[in-house]
Structures are given as structure tokens and as C-alpha cells.
């Protein structure tokens, strides 16, 4: 058995939620805004290197730390709190939020490289998508080690709501287009 394969194996071979035209993953915003992910591979798996695999599972042990720390301490929230919203009548946004509690959201990050006190555009987007589908404040919760959490709080951005919309609607107009074109 070697360990490396076993970790990538465990991220590369997970049931993902099954992708379909008109759905879209508030996870997955950044990359289609910056077009790194692209209509004509949206059903295709791309394969997480090891690297990113380790850095996926240990943001998953410290975010399942963090749930077990408020269950202990009493404290009243709600994981994976999963909400659509309707951007037009063929276009679902899917916002799932990591910790919900009665008046803010906390959605955690493991990130590659540090983070200063601003928040990087490459979370800014999934953040006022679970605005937009809560209207909590929402705060980012940078995990980091040796074990910590460090929220900054979320400022909505009527612009960067535009453009999420105006994005998804692009991407599926062009997905759509591609489908039709294979079939």
C-alpha cells in the first residue's frame, strides 16, 4: 500500500454531485468567471494532483474538527446548509455553506498560500452567491495550522452579483449551444 496513491485515490474517486445543464455549483463560480473551467469540459473529471488532494482533505479534517469543537461547546448551527437560487427560469445557482448559525454564515478555506486581510477574488464570488441565498453576514474562515480559524467578514458587492449572473447566463448559453451541436 503506498499512502500517496490511497490519497489520491480517496479525492480523484469520490460520487461528485452530478453535473446538468442549468445547475450550477456556487463552488465552482471563480472558474467559470476566470474561464478555467470551460462549457465544452463541463461533464468531463478533472484528475486533483497530489498536492491538491492533501490540501483537500486537510481542510475537510480541520473543517470536521471545527464542527465537532461547536457541537462540544453548544453551540447552535448548521452544517452544509444547502440553498438555489433561481437566476432565470432555466438557471439554478446551488449555494451549500460550510457552518450556518441564526444570524451569520462561516464558510472555511485551507488555502495553498497565505492570506492577508482582504478576501481573494477566488473566494469572493462562492461568498455573495451564500449572501444571496441566505442574507447573513457572511464571513470566510481561514483554517490554518497549528489549528485556527480566522473569519473576515464579507461585503456584499451589488457589481459582483451582476457579473456572477451575467456570467452564468454566458456559460450556459454557450453550454447549451455545445450540447445541441453534439447531439
Not at 481542510?59 to 433561481?86: D, N, P, S, T
Not at 448559525?101 to 498560500?113: L, Q
Not at 485556527?148 to 456572477?164: A, F, G, T
Amino acid at each position: 500500500m503506498k499512502i500517496p496513491e490511497v490519497i489520491r485515490k480517496s479525492v480523484n474517486e469520490r460520487e461528485e454531485h452530478e453535473r446538468e445543464i442549468g445547475r450550477y455549483w456556487s463552488s465552482e463560480l471563480y472558474a467559470i468567471i476566470k474561464g478555467y473551467l470551460k462549457p465544452e469540459d463541463f461533464f468531463k473529471k478533472k484528475e486533483i494532483n497530489l498536492s491538491g488532494c492533501q490540501m483537500i482533505l486537510t481542510g475537510e479534517a480541520m473543517e470536521e474538527k471545527l464542527r465537532k469543537l461547536f457541537e462540544k461547546q453548544g453551540i447552535a448551527f448548521q452544517a452544509q446548509v444547502k440553498r438555489e437560487i433561481k437566476i432565470n427560469d432555466e438557471i439554478t445557482l446551488v449555494v451549500q455553506n460550510d457552518f450556518e448559525f441564526s444570524d451569520f454564515i462561516i464558510e472555511t478555506k485551507f488555502p495553498f498560500k497565505p492570506v492577508g486581510d482582504r478576501i481573494p477574488e477566488r473566494y469572493a464570488y462562492q461568498l455573495e452567491a451564500e449572501y444571496r441565498a441566505s442574507y447573513k453576514t457572511v464571513y470566510l474562515g481561514i483554517l490554518s495550522i497549528p489549528f485556527d480559524v480566522r473569519l473576515i467578514k464579507y461585503i456584499p458587492s451589488q457589481k459582483r452579483w451582476q457579473k456572477i449572473k451575467r456570467s452564468l447566463k454566458s456559460f450556459h448559453s454557450q453550454l447549451k449551444e455545445i450540447w445541441k451541436n453534439k447531439n
